[in-house]
């Protein structure tokens, strides 16, 4: 029998919600405490690349992502005026009749990923979180916001970027880096040329769209920032589209249709990545909780989700729940140290584009490439 049986999963994000789904999946009890009663995402897209989509197909909801999503097969790399400069194409990795990547709306996905854990009966507690966590070797014991207690042979903290569960175990020293970059995205209709990830390399920022279906895309625009960045959100509309004054072309067509603040999310970012391990005995990590790229891949879900099916494939064996989280830790961080570095890499070339040997386009084949293969 499995040494683990019973999992307490903090978080309901992507990675907590589908980590619960393959555990039930595979017999073993898993339920979730969510913080937020609302249990929302931003009405905004997201890029979900093949890697991730072949991860999703683990939980039987490759079908209805590509139903929901735009797929394609390439990224475009343009100057400042869309001309083509270079083209990454993307790993196949799916089979015939699937595209390589999809555009998609958060929601959507959160919704998908809602309704395959309901199917697969993972219980929920919204609006609730854990006070106290006692390792005591053979089970761990858990105190919660509502009162109750309960006792686990595994949690899992996939509680985001600011994880309190990586604080209780790892202290506070481990923080983002800020990378002196932020990242605008901005709902528009989609014009007929965009199908596929483009990216626009301007004299300030670098732009980008995103396809998500057959009305409408993102624009994406990641900015260099100083001090906290912060913008009133009364001024998102201007701010954006005087940070893409300088193109022509497509990205000049989509800046005229920037008109609402509502549709438009804008958020600094930094960069993580926890050293192993990722668990302290009975307690493990994954997603964003331990490895936050910048958003340059399009990544992060990608490998948060991947996380968790590699996570649920090794709960099944009979072994001792040391070396399993071992071999959990050994499976992913490499992985996820290329596409945090790699994203770093390219963040870094945003902010000084004539740097000696640039070549994002070359680091994108590269770490696509590297993704492809099995997790
Ligand atoms: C601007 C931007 C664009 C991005 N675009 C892409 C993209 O196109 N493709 C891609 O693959 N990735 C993308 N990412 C990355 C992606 O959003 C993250 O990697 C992903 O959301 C991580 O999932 P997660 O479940 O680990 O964390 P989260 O999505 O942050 O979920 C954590 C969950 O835990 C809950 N929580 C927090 N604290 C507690 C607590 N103490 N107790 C209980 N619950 C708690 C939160 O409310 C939340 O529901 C992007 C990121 C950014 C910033």
Known sequence: MAAVQNVLVVGGGIAGMTLATALKRGGINAEIVEITSAWSVLGIGISVQGPTLRALR?????????????????????????????????????????????????????????EAMIAAKVPVRLGVTVTTIDDRGDGVD????????????????????????????????????????????????????????HMFYGPRNK?????????????????????????????LVGVMREQLADYGGPV??????????????????????????????????????????????????????????????LLQR?????????????????RCRMVVEASRQLSEWEKTPDAPGADPVGVLNRANAALAAPI
């Open 207 to 235: 732009a980008g769209f995103n396809p998500i279906s057959e009305t409408e895309m993102y624009v994406f625009l990641i900015q260099p920032i100083k001090g906290n960045g912060r913008i009133a959100d009364s001024d």
């Open 318 to 334: 009979d072994e001792s729940v040391e070396a399993l989280l071992k071999d959990f830790t050994a499976r992913r961080y490499e």
């Open 142 to 197: 858990v105190a919660f916001t509502d009162g109750t207690r309960g006792r686990y042979d595994l949690v899992v903290g996939a509680d985001g970027v600011n994880s309190k569960i990586r604080e209780m175990i790892f202290g506070t020293g481990i923080k983002p880096e800020d990378t002196g970059q932020a990242v605008w995205r901005a709902m528009v209709p989609r014009q007929e040329t965009i199908r596929a990830r």
């Open 58 to 114: 683990t939980i039987g909801v490759l079908d209805r992502c590509v139903a929901e999503g735009f797929g394609y097969s390439s990224l475009v790399a343009c100057d400042v005026n869309g001309n083509v400069t270079g083209t990454v194409t993307l790993p196949s990795l799916l089979g015939e009749g699937y595209p390589e990547c999809i555009g998609i709306m958060r929601p959507a996905l959160q919704d998908i990923l809602r």
């Open 252 to 313: 000049a067509v989509a800046r005229e249709q920037i008109h609402d603040p509502e549709r438009i999310a804008y958020r600094p970012f930094g960069s993580m990545l926890l050293p192993p391990p990722w668990h302290s005995g009975r307690i493990v990590l994954i997603g964003d909780a331990v490895h936050t790229p910048t958003p340059q891949m399009a990544s992060g879900a990608g490998i948060a989700i991947e996380d968790t099916i590699v996570l649920a494939e």
